[in-house]
Every structure is written in structure tokens, then in C-alpha cells.
């Protein structure tokens, strides 16, 4: 089992950045996938953006994509989202999730995602 923390979120004016960390620990090492999702009060829980284990493959939803960037360190276990030019739009909670066994193909829907942390705030002020 992997447990996965996120932390970095907080208060930032539009067009400011912010950088989201995912701490993963747990007894076993095998390679997973990683996503990010949000969800914003009354909403559905929209993708962000995912990358393999190796790093080498990333995707990202075209309201991100541009602003955001996704890598992982795993020597650190910890995969980061760096947020740039933020907007409004962008305040929600963020989620980091694995997905075990992931082929190459990153999953976008959130049921294909296997374990979750408990999200970290996000909120952009215009």
C-alpha cells in the first residue's frame, strides 16, 4: 500500500505560481503512475495532469496545459506540480493519486486511480 500526502497549496494572486508537492511512503517500491486532479466546491473532480514512473511521459488537460508541469523525483518519492500563471479558474482542491500496473497510456478518469491523498487547497485571487 502507498500513502500519498500533498502539501504547497495556498493563498496566491492570479498570475502568481505555486508548486504542489506528493509525498509517497509505503512498504513496496513498485512503479505506478501519478495524476493530479482537482475539484472545486460543487464540482466534479477534473483531471490535471499525470506522468509515468520513469518521468518520461506526461499529459495534461488542455486548461492546463502550458501552465502547469508535472515531474517526479523518486529517489525523494515525491512527484511536484508546478502551477505558473495562475487564475482564478485554478482555486480547488488538488488531489495527487497513483495508478498501479499503469500501461503506457496516463489515465484520465479518476476511477482508474488506485490510491489517493487527502488534497492540499488551492485558492487564486484576482
Known amino acids: 500500500q502507498v500513502q500519498l500526502v500533498e502539501s504547497g497549496g495556498g493563498l496566491v494572486q492570479a498570475g502568481g505560481s505555486l508548486r504542489l508537492s506528493c509525498a509517497a511512503s509505503g512498504r513496496t517500491f513498485s512503479s505506478y503512475a501519478m495524476g493530479w486532479f482537482r475539484q472545486a466546491p460543487g464540482k466534479e473532480r477534473e483531471f490535471v495532469g499525470a506522468i509515468s514512473w520513469s518521468g518520461g511521459t506526461t499529459r495534461y488537460a488542455d486548461s492546463v496545459k502550458g501552465r502547469f508541469t508535472i515531474y517526479r523525483n523518486n529517489a525523494k518519492n515525491t512527484v511536484y506540480l508546478q502551477m505558473n500563471s495562475l487564475k482564478p479558474e485554478d482555486t480547488a482542491g488538488y488531489y495527487c493519486?497513483?495508478?498501479?500496473?499503469?500501461?503506457?497510456?496516463?489515465?484520465?478518469?479518476?476511477?482508474?486511480?488506485?490510491?489517493w491523498g487527502k488534497g492540499t487547497q488551492v485558492a487564486v485571487s484576482s
Open positions: 493519486a497513483a495508478e498501479f500496473n499503469s500501461g503506457p497510456i496516463l489515465a484520465r478518469s479518476a476511477g482508474e486511480y488506485d490510491c
